[in-house]
């Protein structure tokens, strides 16, 4: 069996996989990258990108309609859903062929095909053609998650969706149940519901978006109170069954059953790991219990020539995540001291508005006993946010309290997503408050809310009053 020699094989190309071969190319290592699908992953191809692409969509609808109160009113909107799913299609299909163009400049060698690993240093290649085996110095894992289905859901019923179909909008049902109010229910519930869908979301929690700050979730709850039909929280969905052309679903909320029927289902649960059928039990990785392979702070297995990133190790499924991790995983093969540890990483929910965070939340403050000051800036206060009609937002600042470093950002908001990139590099760099309030923002924009939170955390922002603090405050 003839084994062909590479330095580094990268197994998956999602954001984190393509990134890493890209740059492990860019430093001179000869490089596969293996890939059983289109390239870009779930992220490019049935994730980050098609929702946002549906997303722009549904709130160009939405600010059409809400416009009218000032002065131009726009007719209902006539949706073409082959035309709107052609259009995202083709950008998924832009930015798959422009990775593979840019591989190509790189002399990264694309395999399409499905990885096995034998043992410790070689992987079998099975392609169309036929399969191949392949040596390497390093390996890194980068194959990624799925949605996770509970069995109890799992009916092998078209009308029981993933986010994977959710995104192929083959039709806007009239009553749509989301079952998860994280990220994915968030955002499609969103989509669906702003396309002419009756969306009812179940979220099993207390609260929707559970990871984020609850005054800063609450103006998203509030603007989806007004697009859902209904949000109940406290509801945990315990079983589905088939009824002719409906789903029939069984969910309790505070302590009461309902039983109910459904157009279609969205689950929208959490992900799980796609670590099965890899070989891992060849090599000396290690998974956790959950299936997820387990890392250090290096991104290194407990196999010392094989790497994990992204999905695949856990934490935060974002792709953002992933290519740091790529990036830190090719420094290490590269003998730099790289690592994962104290990095921050944004958390962003594309919903309308947007919610965006970085650094520490203050529940995770609280949690952990850790003293801060809060220092928030209302959007009512900002020129650039009632120019835009948009006036339901917040700027956050959590602040150490004797160092004046600020260690978490929290926006929501217009645009909270892009301006959330702003918090990441001032906390990256120790940034003080002081810091945030002496750099002069542009006027008129949204970013002037991240000064004006410093400036209220000193007691002189200028368009809200706050008490001044004496000096020795
Ligand atoms: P998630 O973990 O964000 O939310 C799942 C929610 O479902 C939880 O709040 C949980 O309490 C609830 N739940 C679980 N079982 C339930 C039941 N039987 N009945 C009612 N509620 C139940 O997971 P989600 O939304 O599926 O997203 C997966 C991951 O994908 C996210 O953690 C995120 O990392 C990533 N993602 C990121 C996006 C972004 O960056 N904008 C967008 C979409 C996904």
């Known amino acids: 069996m003839e084994k062909i020699k590479t330095e580094v ?20 290592k000869k490089v596969i990258l293996v890939e059983q699908e289109r390239l870009g992953g779930v992220c490019l191809n049935r994730g980050c990108i098609p929702s946002k692409a549906l997303l722009h969509a549904a ?97 092998g019923n078209p009308r029981i969706m993933t986010s994977t179909e959710a995104l192929n909008v083959e039709d806007i049902p009239e009553n749509l149940l989301v079952i998860g109010g994280g990220y994915i229910g968030m955002e499609l519930g969103t989509v669906y519901s702003i396309l002419g869908s009756k969306v009812v979301l179940a979220e099993a929690l207390p609260s929707i978006l559970a990871g984020a700050d609850p005054d800063l979730a609450k103006p998203v709850a509030a603007r989806a109170k007004k697009n859902f039909q209904e ?58 219990e959950r299936g997820f392979i387990k890392v250090n702070e290096h991104q290194q297995t407990d196999d010392p020539n094989i790497y994990a990133i992204g999905d695949i190790v856990g934490g935060a499924m974002l792709a953002h995540k992933a290519t740091k991790e790529g990036r830190i995983a ?16 944004p958390a962003v929910v594309f919903t309308e508005p947007e919610l965006a965070w970085c650094g520490l939340t203050e529940a995770e403050a609280k949690s952990k006993g850790i003293q801060v000051e809060v220092s928030k800036f209302p959007w009512a206060a900002s020129g650039r946010a009632l120019t835009f009609d948009k006036i339901d937002g917040m700027t956050k600042l959590i602040v150490e309290p004797e160092t004046e470093r600020v260690l978490g950002i929290g926006i929501v908001g217009h645009n909270a997503g892009e301006l959330i990139a702003e918090g990441v590099v001032l906390i990256e760099m120790g940034g003080t408050v002081r810091d945030l309030a002496e750099c002069v923002h542009p006027h008129p924009t949204l970013s002037e809310t991240l000064m004006e939170a410093a400036e209220a955390f000193y007691g002189y922002a200028t368009h809200i009053y706050t008490r001044p603090k004496k000096p020795s405050e």
Do not use: H
Not at 9 to 28: E, L, N, Q
Not at 71 to 95: M, T, V, Y
Not at 256 to 262: F, I, M
Not at 335 to 342: I, L, P, V
């Open 9 to 28: 094989i990268v197994v998956g190309a999602g954001p984190g996989g393509y990134t890493a071969a890209f740059y492990a190319a860019d430093r001179g």
């Open 330 to 345: 090719v420094e290490v093969i590269c003998g730099e001291a790289s690592t994962f540890e104290d990095i921050i990483i």
């Open 59 to 155: 709130k160009i609808i939405i600010e059409t309609q809400e416009f009218s109160k000032n002065g131009i009113q726009f007719g209902p909107p006539q949706i073409d859903l082959e035309k709107l799913r052609s259009w995202k299609d083709s950008i998924l299909l832009k930015l798959s062929q422009g990775v593979g163009m840019l591989a190509q400049r790189r002399n990264v060698q694309v395999i399409k095909g499905r990885a096995y690993f034998e043992d410790s240093k070689t992987v079998r290649i099975e392609t169309e053609e036929g399969q191949k085996f392949y040596t390497y110095d390093y390996a890194i894992i980068s194959v990624g998650s799925k949605p996770a289905m509970p069995r109890a859901f799992d009916l």
């Open 231 to 288: 949000i109940r929280v406290g509801a945990k969905v315990k079983d589905m069954s088939t009824a002719g052309k409906k789903i029939r679903v069984i969910m309790e909320v505070d302590g009461q059953t309902k039983d109910e029927l459904y157009d279609k289902v969205l689950v929208a649960v959490g992900r799980a790991s796609n670590s099965e059928n890899l070989g891992l039990e060849n090599t000396l990785v290690q998974l956790d």
